[in-house]
């Protein structure tokens, strides 16, 4: 492990001097993709600090939908995991498992709830517009 500067204090470091220094003193394409590169550091750091709250969310989610499944313990196989059990939440969507009842309700919270964390990373002025209390 790296001490410091720690890698959130790098990316704030960059995204600053994008923002402080570069775009003020650049107009154009210049300025246009300095501010892009500010704007993609700043998610980074985003989905760095909220990375780990957000996959074990969605776990969990997949968990209640799905039946219980450990987590496994490397970030890259929790990835991997999670491409396969939405697939297979995916596949019960299309079987028209979800079409009606208590289970169609729970699929609803549970992506409302991921797509929301997703929003967070993305875009979080608009991810607060639609959070309510209780969500995550």
Request: aromatic fraction near 4%.
């Amino acid at each position: 492990m790296q001490d410091r500067p720690t890698i959130d204090e790098l990316l704030e470091a960059v995204a600053g001097y994008l923002r402080d220094d570069v775009m003020p003193n650049t107009q154009g394409r210049l300025s246009f993709h300095a501010r892009v590169s500010m704007n993609v550091i700043e998610m980074l750091r985003r989905e760095l600090a909220t990375m780990e709250d957000h996959l074990a969310r969605e776990w969990d989610g997949l968990d209640h939908l799905l039946g219980i499944e450990p987590m496994p313990p490397k970030l890259a196989a929790v990835r991997e995991a999670l491409m396969r059990r939405n697939e297979a939440l995916c596949e019960r969507i299309r079987k028209g498992e979800a079409d009606e009842g208590p289970w169609r309700l729970a699929v609803l919270s549970h992506l409302r709830r991921v797509t929301l964390d997703k929003l967070e990373v993305s875009n979080p002025g608009l991810a607060a517009e639609y959070r309510e209390p209780g969500d995550g």
